[in-house]
Every structure is written in C-alpha cells, then in structure tokens.
C-alpha cells in the first residue's frame, strides 16, 4: 500500500507541472529525461497512473488534487483502473460539448466508454519476408494476427526486446489500416499524398499495391525527411517528396495523379483515447477552426484536379463539422461536378482502435 501511494504521489507531482495545451507523451519523455533517478519500471507505472488520472480528471471535471484523495481510497492499481473504467461522465462542460460535436454514426454510448482505457497498439508488417509475428512470439509478445493484416500486441509491450531487422514493421492503428484496405481497392497507378506527414498510409499502400507511384508532400520538410528516413529500399523508386503548402502554393501538379489522398489536419477526437489529455482543453473555436481549413483544403484540391480524378478525404476526426458536414459543403459548392464513391466511418469506439472517417469522391467533367 505504501509503494502504491508513492507511485500515486509520484503520478500527481507529474501532472501539477503539466500544461495541457503541450502532448503528454511528449512532457512525459522530456520528465523523464530530468529524473534519471526512474528506472523502466518506475517510468512505466508513473505513466500508466498518469494517464488513469487524466481520464479521471476528464470525466469528473477534479484536479490532479482530487484524484489523490481519491485514488488513496483504493487498495491497488488494477481495482483504480476498474472504479475508473465504471466513473460515470459528470463534466457537464465535456458533456455539452460532445453531445454538439459528435457524429450521429459515433454513439455517445460507446465514445466514453471508449475513453476509458488506453487502447492497444497495432503493428503493419511491411518486411518482405512478412516475419513480425513469429519474431513476436519468439520475443514472448503477447501478439495476435487479425483477420485483416495488423498485428494487435498490449499496450505496454516492450518493442525494445525483440530483435528486429530493420524496415520490419510500422507502428499503425487499425482504423487506419483498415482505411488504407479500402483505399488499396481503387485502379489507379498514380497517387499524391496531398498531406503526408511521416508517411503511414502511404506505406501501407505500398505495401499492399507495389507497383503504384505516390508523390508525397507536406508543408514540413521535417517530417517529409522523416518520412524519407521509414522507407524501405524496395519502395525508394516508387515515392517522389516535395515540400507543399496546400493553402497557398500552386496545385496544378494534381494534373498528374488518378487518386488524391487528403490526410486532413484535424482535432484527432477519433485518436483521444490515447492522448485524453485533449479533454482537458476541449475548444469548439478549435475544432471549427479545423473543419474552416479542411473545408479551405478541400476546396483547392478539387479546384486544381482535373476530371476523373478520385480525391479521397480522411480524417482521425469523431467530429461531423470536420468530416461529413464538410463534404456536404463542398456538394453544395459544387454539385454537378461530385461523385460520392463511399462515404464512412471506421469506428473504433465499441472495438478498441481509433475512429477514421473516409469519403472518397469522384470528381466529374
């Protein structure tokens, strides 16, 4: 019991310095960078209480304070996370502003339920050879090969223990993965990942669909270098970069390519259960002015593409205004030029991976 209230004790020092308009994964790796003193152990379980209270203090609108008097109560980490899973949502305040912004096809139900618990962690397998997850089980990780092509391990399952070869494995939730599924169905030899960031989906495109080519930009040369760093040598040949400014810059390559995919930025709500210190800073202002820029985005893009082109929209998003509402705006914008091919949501909330929401257009003459 004493060791238990240290580590609460040491979970509540952490979360008094936090500011949460900073990602707490990214606190958290510069905190214990300063207390070297925290052996792996040590940093796991302040990490995992960490996040319990986070999810505490969303749900009932307390302070880090609050949750020690509270968590002092209960005999052991496992019983905190069970009282945590079962505390009722009584932040009127997250309330309202979840009843507003969630989509009608994302049950509220399922949505707090979801935030709850952290979520698993998924891999994709791009090696060759496709040996992650025998490598896995020989590493005596807890792995499991889904139907699809992911492979879901624990959430705190040591990577680090496993030799790998390089290029093995991304890291991927498998709404994403999912969603690249759906995407790898389209004919068309010819991509541009208009948004790409570090590059996940268009790995996985390639892994699936090897004979593509995709353009890759992004308004950071950062993370286009980051990008260039995850891709295996079998795939070099088949990604071109470029450093692009959606909002500003001239988009008449769109010219060249058959499918335009839009990664969009967006409030990540459909991600949160793994980062729910975003619903201790809720914004409508926030996620408006997301949706504003996407639907800015969106607009370019299809101005600039020519005729037949199919232009995929995605998101991380939970939220109507930035997913469907966006679409519709752009329907009504322009309505004798916009086929919808699909139009949906990978929902992850009753399931246990991150919700996505993907429409995928179809722009004509």
């Known amino acids: 019991m004493q060791f238990y209230n240290k580590r609460i004790s040491q979970a509540v020092e952490v979360l008094s310095n936090y500011k949460p308009k900073e990602p707490f994964a990214n606190f958290l790796k510069e905190y214990f960078k300063k207390h070297k003193e925290m052996g792996s ?12 209270a986070i999810r505490w203090m969303a749900l009932t609108n307390k302070d880090s304070q609050a949750f020690k008097l509270f968590a002092e109560q209960i005999a052991d980490f496992r019983t ?11 932040n009127d305040k997250l309330l309202d502003y979840l009843t507003t ?46 139907p699809s092509k992911a492979i879901k391990i624990p959430a705190d399952s040591n990577l680090n223990s496993v030799v790998l070869p390089d290029f093995t494995y991304i890291v991927q939730d498998l709404g994403c993965q999912l969603a690249c599924e759906n995407l790898a169905q389209f004919k068309g030899d010819l991509w541009w990942d208009a948004c790409s960031g ?57 010219h060249s390519f058959n499918h335009i995919l839009i990664d969009a930025p967006c409030s990540g709500s459909g991600t949160w259960a793994r980062s729910p210190e975003n619903f201790l800073n809720i914004s409508s202002e926030l996620v408006e002015d997301y949706a504003n820029q996407q639907q800015n985005i969106l607009v370019r893009i299809f101005e600039s593409a020519k005729p037949n082109t199919h232009i995929h929209y995605i998101t991380c998003s939970a939220f109507a205004i930035e997913n469907e509402l966006n679409i519709k705006k ?12 699909s139009d949906q949501y990978f929902n992850g909330t009753n ?15």
Request: proline letters at 3%.
């Open 80 to 90: 905190l996370e069970k009282t945590i899973a079962e505390t009722h949502l009584s």
């Open 41 to 52: 152990r040590d940093r796991k379980e302040v990490r995992n209480l960490s996040y319990l």
């Open 330 to 341: 752009l329907i009504e914008k322009y309505p004798e030029n916009i086929q919808v091919i």
């Open 101 to 146: 912004q969630l989509s009608s096809q994302v049950s509220l139900e399922d949505y707090l339920a979801y935030i709850k618990k952290p979520l698993p962690v998924y891999l994709l397998d791009i090696s060759k050879e496709k040996i992650l997850y025998n490598k896995l089980l020989q590493g005596n990780i807890e792995a499991e090969q889904l």
């Open 198 to 254: 570090a590059g996940g989906k268009t790995i996985n495109l390639l892994n699936g669909k090897p004979k593509i080519k995709i353009h890759c930009t992004d308004n950071r040369g950062s993370i286009l270098e980051e990008l260039k760093s995850r891709i295996p040598n079998r795939f070099g040949r088949s990604i071109t970069l470029n450093v692009v400014n959606l909002l500003r810059d001239n988009l008449s390559m769109s």
């Open 351 to 365: 399931a246990e991976y991150e919700t996505i929401y993907l429409c995928s257009l179809l722009k004509v003459a």
